[in-house]
């Protein structure tokens, strides 16, 4: 009885390491086939949109801004400048003549209404009391991802379309449109330079971005 007891012991300390080996060998096979499948796994559409959708609206927006009230001689010449122009011209805005050190600007009942229709208006007062706008003139819009190059397992190239979405606005601002091209060559490359306009109902354009994959899932590249 003694004896088998012994023999019991034996068996079962033998067991017990082979068992640890075998659960060890199952891991590290089990981690290995982990990579290997990870490694073939592609950057599908759908995990690229996200990222494409956020570098888009991260972008800096299209907008427009202006000001209202009684503006200042030393800063009075902006109102010169072709944004002011193309609003005043289109009934929007009312420039009078100046006064002592100012310009009174207004926006007129018509220029009222064209803002109510805009989303996303903006407006504030500057410390001279006078009103400051800014108006939205077109957001970028995903059309479709196109296609996805993988380089390396954590690396990709994302080929995408986008389209601007404009305002109302942003139909004024257009660079194409008779608004804009009612000016000279000069007042149309600062409009489009410096007052947002640009070619709003332009067809979609197509744009390449490098993504990588860390530990937090995929962003775009800053390499």
């Known amino acids: 009885m003694f004896e088998q007891e012994i023999e019991m012991e034996k068996k079962s300390s033998t067991i017990v390491p082979l068992l640890l080996i075998v659960v060890l060998i199952v891991g590290i096979v089990g981690v290995a086939l982990y990579f290997v499948a990870e490694s073939r796994r592609v950057l599908s559409t759908t995990e690229a949109t996200p990222v494409v959708l956020s570098l888009l609206e991260g972008q800096k927006p299209a907008v427009l801004h202006f000001q209202t009230g009684r503006i200042n001689s030393s800063v009075s ?4 400048e072709p944004n002011y122009r193309l609003l005043e ?8 003549k100046e006064s002592g050190s100012k310009t009174p600007v207004s926006l007129t009942p018509q220029g009222q209404a ?3 229709e805009i989303a996303g208006v903006k407006q504030s007062k500057d410390k001279d009391g006078n009103n400051d706008y800014i108006v939205p003139l077109g957001q970028r819009k995903l059309v479709e991802i196109n296609k996805v190059t993988m380089l390396a397992p954590n690396k990709a190239v994302v080929e995408y379309t986008w389209k601007w979405e404009p305002t109302k606005a942003g139909d004024l601002f257009d660079a194409s ?4 091209k009612q000016f000279n060559t000069w007042d149309r490359s600062l409009l489009i330079e410096k007052y947002g306009a640009t070619f ?3 067809g979609p354009t197509k744009v390449a971005v490098a993504l990588v994959k860390n530990y937090y899932g995929w962003k775009v590249s800053t390499e």
Not at 77 to 80: A, S, V
Request: proline share 5%.
């Open 200 to 202: 709003y109902h332009a």
């Open 89 to 96: 011209k289109e009934g929007y805005l009312k420039i009078g």
């Open 177 to 180: 449109g008779p608004a804009v």
């Open 114 to 116: 064209f803002l109510a």
């Open 77 to 80: 010449d902006k109102l010169r």
